[in-house]
């Protein structure tokens, strides 16, 4: 009752002041904290967030965290990207049975930080290596998606762009099954998940609906001591097109033909996400290596390859970091009109950021950081990003960011 | 001599540094004494406290306790088990709690309720100061800096 009464409360405070209700209800909390923890009773309440504020160096585009979010920050400081709060109910029923709820108040694709019930799900542990989920679950296409807005849950700002930003689908409803195999003293763990997919997608003022387009992925997991390998991959299966022809009429004032839409049609198309992971973390060294491909079915989207190399090394109640970060799409060069080429253009990246930053970390469950990343690209590296001016955009800018991320 | 007097101050002032026995007692991994568990390795006890692994090698649920943060053991045990400090292992645990993927370990507040709780389930394993280690309870892994 507490947790529906708390996300109403930040509903109704949601709709009156969109931006502020981050940073009030963050205060609120924390002034609260601890929430409430109890073992014997088995329910517990945890939360999360962050308060960040971002700028870049150019106008012509606007840098945004992924493609979930329509507008993102340009030269002026804006707490927009990076800001969230999140609040977990997690009941322990049984020593078996598990219910949690957690909701989330982050900008998303409507351009409102409406609060939402990201997970809903019941958990039922079999045996205690064994794990069986139903509900609405996170989804993990890549290693570390699912816990993306926990800021203190890991080294940098924001996790590195190059990666993440074409992973806009954050649940899902359906189930997963996960199996860990202990082996010797290494340990395996398989994951897989298939459900149908929750929100939609921003494209200019338009909205892509992805409600109800099927997903289906797993991963292998190796650990032993220090080191983590995965090898994932998902798959999603489209239900409905890109809205590019209203976006096209209310920009350039163009009509599609119908042969372009159905040339550039995202309906009855799959998308598969292939990844490897590689991380290695202990005493004060935390390291991680990330590779992924994404082929994309339609022809309106470019397939990718990306990846990232992060380092960071413990000092004190500091961690220094260094990283670089990549992404190139390949051009298909079948477009059937100048129009088509025009829209194909926008799925176009090809881009290497290097990013250097620190993590201090204050005080128990409160972690600073400041991070830059500079982005070197080509001019028609597009798809990242969002308000861009073609004309002018050359590819490069840099990115600066602060934030504080908090536990409750 | 001045020389000499140097060394002996020298001397003197290098074993003042040295920390005292007490402070450097070495810590255990302890199991209840009736779970037929009988030595970890050092990965073996990551393993269990850390969640990715949560039966023992005969399939017998492992039950962890943990200390609570204001206990200097809880700072010296992830130091020496993998070198990290707490907020990196707080870091750890938001990560597995707001994913979805598991809660952490029970927390209690002193060596003796950590007792209580290895006594009271059977797979129960905590880690305590190795003077504290009583006949309830086995030794699987000792920590060594």
């Known amino acids: ?408 | 001599m001045p020389f000499r007097r140097l060394i002996l101050l020298g001397s003197i002032f290098w074993l003042l540094l040295q920390p005292a026995a007490e402070v450097r007692a070495e810590l255990v991994v302890v199991v209840n004494a009736r779970s037929g568990v009988a030595a970890m390795t050092r990965n073996e006890v990551i393993n269990i406290f850390f969640g990715r692994n949560r039966q023992f090698f005969n399939g017998l649920e492992a039950q962890p306790v943990d200390l609570a943060d204001s206990h200097p053991d809880r700072r010296r045990f992830y130091s020496m088990l993998v070198g990290k400090d707490l907020s990196d292992i707080n870091a750890y645990w938001s990560r597995q709690v707001f994913s979805g993927r598991m809660q952490p370990p029970p927390k209690v507040n002193s060596t003796e309720e950590v007792l209580k709780w290895l006594v009271s389930h059977p797979g129960g394993i905590g880690f305590v100061d190795l003077s504290k280690a009583d006949a309830r309870v086995r030794v699987v892994y000792e920590l060594t800096p």
């Open chain 1, 1 to 408: 009752m507490m947790i529906s009464m708390l996300v109403r409360w930040v509903a109704k405070a949601t709709s009156r002041n969109k931006k502020l209700v981050v940073l009030a209800g963050a205060a609120c909390l924390l002034a609260a904290s601890p929430v409430f923890a109890d073992s014997e009773s088995g329910f517990s309440l945890n939360g999360f967030g962050t308060v960040g504020l971002a700028r870049t160096t150019t106008d012509d585009v606007e840098f945004v965290r992924d493609i979930s979010q329509p507008r993102g920050v340009s030269k002026d400081w804006s707490p927009r990207i990076d800001s969230v709060l999140g609040l977990q109910a997690a009941w322990r029923v049984t020593p078996q049975f598990e219910a949690v709820v957690q909701a989330t108040s982050r900008y998303r694709f409507d351009k409102t930080f409406t609060p939402e019930i990201s997970w809903a799900y019941l958990k039922y542990n079999p045996i205690p290596n064994l794990s069986l989920r139903a509900g609405r679950l996170g989804t993990e296409f890549f290693m570390m998606a699912d816990s993306r807005w926990v800021g203190y849950s890991f080294l940098t700002v924001r996790p590195p762009g190059d990666y993440f930003w074409y992973l806009p689908f954050y649940s899902i409803h359906g189930a997963d099954a996960a199996i860990t195999v202990p082996f010797g003293e290494s340990v395996f763990r398989a994951k897989a998940f298939y459900g149908h997919s929750r929100g939609s997608i921003p494209l200019a003022d338009e909205q892509w609906d992805i409600s109800g387009s099927p997903m289906v992925g797993g991963y292998l997991d190796y650990q032993y001591g220090a080191w983590q390998v995965r090898a994932s991959y998902a798959n999603i299966h489209f239900k409905r097109d890109l809205p590019i022809a209203p976006v096209l009429k209310k920009a350039l004032g163009i009509s599609l033909s119908s042969q372009d839409a159905a040339f550039l049609a995202t309906q009855d198309t799959r998308t598969h996400y292939y990844s490897l992971g590689l991380v290695y973390d202990r005493g004060p060294w935390q390291a991680q290596l990330m590779l992924n491909h994404i082929d994309q079915g339609s022809n309106a989207l470019e397939s990718s390859d990306g990846g990232y190399a992060l380092v960071g090394y413990r000092i004190n109640q500091v961690t220094p970091y260094l990283g670089y970060s990549w992404v190139l799409s390949k051009s298909r060069g079948n477009a059937p009109s100048a129009i088509a080429a025009y829209v194909m253009q926008d799925s176009r990246s090809d881009q290497q950021t290097t990013f250097a930053g620190v993590r201090w970390d204050v005080v128990r469950n409160i972690a600073l950081k400041a991070q830059w990343d500079g982005i070197r690209g080509d001019a028609s590296s597009l798809f990242p990003y969002r308000q861009d001016n073609r004309a002018r955009w050359d590819g490069r800018m840099d990115v600066y960011s602060l934030t504080m991320d908090f536990l409750f």
